[in-house]
Each structure stands twice: as structure tokens, then as C-alpha cells.
Nanobody, 123 residues
């Protein structure tokens, strides 16, 4: 079992919603910057959302208020609520951690990855 394990992906129609979850099993990662990235085949991985230990979140511009990242510290779980999904949101979604930062998350600092969960949005 990896340190970051994603779940919640699936197939949904455009306009629908999905909630992704990432169980953080390593105690050393529970209080650091956590985030979500996505990758479409043939394209570079891009940042979706990140959240520091104090609740400060950052989002990729394409989310435009449709996505919300949250963490449940009691269970060590990171969530991504995705609403008003579009076909272009179809991708493999990865949970990630930046062990070196508790705050001030930076997209380029994430270096610990889960195996991903697939999201497919049909038109």
C-alpha cells in the first residue's frame, strides 16, 4: 500500500459531480502541503488544487470555482469536490505531497505521488 492512495474516480456526464479522496497513510505527510494534479495522455501533468496545513488553498485557473479541495485531519484524507464537470476535465487525477512544506505550497515542489484515479466526463 502506498503512502497516498486515491479513490473516487469514475465516469460521469457533463455537468455532473465527483468527489475524489486520497488517504494519506504516512504520518510524516499528514501535515504537509497536499495537492491534486491531473494528466491527459500526451500532455504534461498540471496542478488542480493544493492545500497547506493551515487551510490555505490554491487552484489551477481552469477550475474557475468548480472544484474545492479539503482535508480531514482526523482521518488523514484529502478530498477534491468537482462540480460542473466538462469533457475536458477527463484525465488521470493524482494525489501528491510536498514533504518539505507545511505552508506556502508551490506546484513545483510536490514530489510524492499516488498512483492516480481516472475521471472520464462524457458530453
Amino acid at each position: 500500500q502506498g503512502q497516498l492512495v486515491e479513490s473516487g474516480g469514475g465516469s460521469v456526464q457533463a455537468g455532473g459531480s465527483l468527489r475524489l479522496s486520497c488517504v494519506v497513510s504516512s504520518s510524516g505527510l499528514k501535515n504537509v502541503c497536499l495537492g491534486w494534479f491531473r494528466q491527459i495522455p500526451g500532455k504534461e501533468r498540471e496542478g488542480v488544487a493544493h492545500l497547506d496545513n493551515f487551510g490555505e488553498a490554491g487552484y489551477g485557473e481552469f477550475t474557475k470555482g468548480r472544484f474545492t479541495v479539503s482535508r480531514d485531519k482526523s482521518t488523514g484524507t484529502l478530498h477534491l469536490e468537482m462540480n460542473y464537470l466538462k469533457p475536458e476535465d477527463s484525465a488521470m487525477y493524482y494525489c501528491a505531497a510536498d514533504p518539505s512544506h507545511f505552508w506556502g505550497c508551490s506546484w513545483s515542489s510536490f514530489n510524492t505521488w499516488g498512483k492516480g484515479t481516472q475521471v472520464t466526463v462524457s458530453s
